[in-house]
């Protein structure tokens, strides 16, 4: 994969046996601790090379987007391993994310982002006209299941659109076309973080893994039946352990907001918690490598424990609805309750679901990047790349597009506004000071999200 040629019209120094190949320069650009899983990980699967030794040496710098979400370090660090020092992670605005590109010259951009966020930076790129911009890609972290139209519409004008199965590329390219839209970016792949080893069952060893989400469900009544129900399958089988799987702490934010956290539902649980029922914290596939009974309401966890062949379950307790995710399981054979859990129940897969899901658990995901990287690659090697041309524009969407810009300090024409521009690096003091007053500010709006919000919507139902 050959970085970008070189504008430049002075004579390049004749290259020998001695001359190290050339370093590939992408960037990670995420805005929560899932998305930068993803995005680091997709740049390391499009800059491996695959099969190929001849793969040149790439630099990943991982940048992450100012936000609600932003991840803390204990978020980065419980990512796993990315290939990236979380010590040389940085925090940057949109408009210092496009100083960054411009100044920097990357070869490859990926966009790990919120829908919004992908489209204000598709538009800030495009407003830089550089004469050799960077190869921009982006994609879904997850299970498509909600907002597919919406979402695809705003990761439009990106060179490569990533979609983790058959059945995802053959729904985006749906869309896109059906709005009279370029489909030509969207680019089959698979989830990149899957992997592991093969589930191997072990003597004495009955571990049954819940793997939470911070959304779904959203009610409290809902997310305390379901820790009811998990620790009650603890009790009925107390030589079982029995982990519940969060994703942060409170007071984290993921890439959803959690206002109910599992460990202060817990807290006030009757009865107290059996000595087999355990919260845990920590990298999935760790977790994973010791589960033999993965359940979830509609967790990317499921594919990933799919993959390693893992017993899944996909609970239905709560009905099978959109607003829930488990819509996506239909026809997977995952379906099942709890109900039917307590009973011993251990669903089996469909082998053909499976295969639309981009899941290869027989050795064929290790080519599941390879149209991708040949996509990259392709793009890399040309002298220009046309300018970026999102779907939405001033004059298709001028009700909509403004307003998504604005969120991110930008102009209707993608130039960042007044006062939005960084010029330089702030002194240390004033660096001090506004990062005591973005914590700050962090720690009140997720106060505010997570214990005020709550009782003033509990107030509205009375």
Not at 203 to 226: E, H, I, N, W
Request: hydrophobic share 40%.
């Amino acid at each position: 994969m050959p970085p970008r040629k070189s504008n430049s019209v002075s004579p390049a120094a004749p290259e020998s046996a001695d001359t190290p190949p050339p370093v590939l320069r992408v960037a990670v650009l995420a805005d929560s601790d899932t998305r930068w899983k993803w995005g680091a990980l997709t740049a390391r699967r499009l800059t491996s090379g695959g099969t190929r030794a001849d793969a040149p040496p790439a630099r990943i710098s991982g940048l992450l987007l100012r936000g609600r979400a932003t991840p803390t370090p204990r978020q980065l660090a419980e990512v796993g391993d990315v290939g990236i020092d979380p010590g040389r992670v940085r925090e940057v605005t949109a408009a210092e994310f496009l100083h960054t590109v411009r100044d920097e010259g990357y070869d490859l951009v990926v966009l790990a982002l919120v829908g919004g966020a992908v489209q204000a930076m598709l538009h800030g790129l495009a407003a830089l006209r550089s004469p050799a911009r960077p190869v921009v890609v982006t994609g879904y972290v997850g299970v498509v299941y909600e907002k597919l139209a919406d979402g695809l519409l705003l990761r439009h004008g990106a060179d490569v659109v990533l979609a983790n199965s058959r059945d995802d590329a053959e729904r985006f390219r749906a869309v896109y076309e059906g709005v009279g839209a370029d489909a030509s970016a969207v680019t089959e792949a698979a989830l990149p973080f899957l992997g592991g080893e093969p589930h191997r069952p072990e003597p004495g060893r009955d571990t049954v893994v819940f793997a939470a989400q911070p959304s779904v469900p959203a009610s409290r009544t809902d997310r305390t039946y379901l820790l009811r129900r998990l620790v009650e399958h603890a009790r009925l089988h107390p030589k079982r352990e029995v982990l519940l799987k969060l994703r942060s702490r409170p007071g984290e934010h993921t890439t959803h907001i959690e206002e109910l956290p599992y460990q202060r539902l817990a807290e006030k649980l009757p009865g107290g918690l059996p000595p087999n029922f355990r919260l845990v914290y920590g990298h999935m596939g760790e977790v994973l490598d010791r589960t033999d009974l993965l359940v979830t309401v509609s967790s990317t966890a499921a594919l990933e424990s799919l993959h390693r062949r893992i017993p899944t379950a996909v609970l239905t307790d709560l009905g099978v609805r959109e607003t829930l995710g488990n819509h996506h399981f239909i026809g997977s054979g995952l379906l099942t309750s709890w109900d039917h859990l307590d009973g011993g129940a251990h669903p089996e897969p469909d082998a053909e679901w499976l295969a639309g899901q981009g899941i290869a658990a027989d050795g064929g995901y290790e080519r599941a990047y390879d149209t991708a990287r040949a996509r990259v690659t392709a793009l890399l090697a040309r002298d220009r790349l046309p300018g970026l041309t999102p779907y939405y524009t001033p004059a298709t969407a001028p009700g909509y597009l403004p307003g998504i810009l604005a969120r991110h300090h930008l102009a209707p024409d993608g130039h960042p506004l007044p006062g939005a521009t960084a010029t330089g690096e702030p002194g240390r003091f004033r660096g001090a000071v506004r990062e005591a007053v973005r914590d700050a500010a962090r720690g009140a709006y997720r106060h505010g999200v997570q214990r005020v919000a709550p009782v003033i919507r509990r107030m509205g139902e009375l």
